[in-house]
Nanobody, 123 residues
Framework: QVQLVESGGGLVQTGGSLRLSCAAS????????MGWFRQAPGKEREFVGA???????YLGDSVKDRFTISRDNAKNTIYLQMNSLKPEDTAVYYC?????????????????WGQGIQVTVSS
């Protein structure tokens, strides 16, 4: 059974940094696109970014100058480095497992989801 487990969330002040990790088990995601989404209270889930084996990484407009995505295939883990955090980054962040050589911002591109982890940025 595929499991995606996020870690690294928590409370940080405005301007601070956090690094989220997503560890995959149950199968190798070495060639799959992996993504990050977030959902703030009262809002729809929003695409944060994705990283593909062959197509590189992509970030949403609201975070592209502050966040980076990386992966360690040997550890079956992806990371979301979040810098210069703002209160509007407060949300539950979800890791998602997609398909080879397909990158998309829509949830339909992803088949597996983590349980989510809270990130809170205080002003």
């Amino acid at each position: 059974q595929v499991q995606l487990v996020e870690s690294g969330g928590g409370l940080v002040q405005t301007g601070g940094s956090l690094r989220l990790s997503c560890a995959a088990s149950g199968r190798s995601f070495g060639r799959q696109t992996m993504g990050w989404f977030r959902q703030a209270p009262g809002k729809e889930r929003e695409f944060v970014g994705a990283i593909s084996w062959s197509l590189g990484s992509y970030l949403g407009d609201s975070v592209k100058d502050r966040f980076t995505i990386s992966r360690d295939n040997a550890k079956n883990t992806i990371y979301l480095q979040m810098n210069s955090l703002k209160p509007e980054d407060t949300a539950v962040y979800y890791c998602a497992g997609g398909r080879p050589d397909m990158v998309g911002a829509g949830e339909e591109f992803y088949d597996y989801w983590g349980q989510g982890i809270q990130v809170t940025v205080s002003s």
